[in-house]
């Protein structure tokens, strides 16, 4: 069974950088796409970008080129989203997902809150 | 960006009822269209692929449709499960865009 575990909730505060980690069980992250998605509260879904754990390539949609940075260890099966210089905007749940069976997102995980505040 | 309109914003309807969700592309996207459900508290949930193909375990009350640049998912005979808000995603060029979303609700 695929499973994405998603790592807890963040609290940071304002200027500062938080790592969240997706860890896949049941399938290599080699062989798929890794999709990150946020969600502020009570909005919609915002695509962020996506790493090709094989080699490493990302693509990010504008806003978040200087914010988000996506990473993947192939050795551990995770997949990594560093946010940098958060701010009070930056609150939001990040769902991580990947491309399993189709090319579009299929699988996700949880989701995990970050909350920033001083 | 590609540009998703979705329509309605959110949409009350009684069980057994057909319900249609709309979404239009600001430019040609192929079939590059996927739908989505997501539940309150939950993550999304992926339904319709490829504009037209149906998830793996997805009930086949939902279909997708597409005319031109507009793309459509249907709810054949709504369910009380079948409450949720629903997205659209083009995947045809990134960054993938997400449609703003229907709030689907019984009546």
């Known amino acids: 069974e695929v499973q994405l575990q998603q790592s807890g909730a963040e609290l940071g505060k304002p200027g500062t950088s938080v790592k969240l980690s997706c860890k896949v069980s049941g399938y290599n992250i080699r062989n798929t796409y890794m999709h990150w998605v946020n969600q502020r509260p009570g909005k919609g879904l915002e695509w962020i970008g996506r790493i090709d754990p094989a080699n490493g390539n990302t693509i990010y949609a504008e806003k978040f080129k200087s914010k988000a940075t996506l990473t993947a260890d192939t050795s551990s099966n995770t997949a990594y989203m560093q946010l940098s210089q958060l701010k009070s905007d930056d609150t939001a749940i990040y769902f991580c997902?990947?491309?399993?069976?189709?090319?579009?997102?299929?699988?996700w995980g949880q989701g995990v809150m970050v909350t920033v505040s001083s | 960006d590609i540009q998703m309109t979705q329509s309605p914003a959110s949409l009350s309807a009684s069980l057994e009822e057909i319900v249609t969700i709309t979404c239009q592309a600001s430019?040609?996207?192929?079939?590059?269209l996927s739908w989505y459900q997501q539940k309150p508290g939950k993550s999304p949930q992926l339904l319709i692929y490829?504009?037209?193909s149906l998830a793996d375990g997805v009930p086949s009350r939902f279909s997708g449709s597409r005319s031109g640049t507009q793309y459509s998912l249907k709810i054949s005979r709504l369910q009380v499960e079948d409450i949720g808000i629903y997205y659209c995603l083009q995947a045809y060029s990134a960054p993938y865009t997400f449609g703003a979303g229907t709030k689907l609700e019984l009546k």
């Open positions: 430019q040609d996207i192929g079939n590059w």
């Open positions: 997902a990947m491309s399993l069976t189709t090319v579009v997102p299929d699988y």
């Open positions: 490829g504009a037209t």
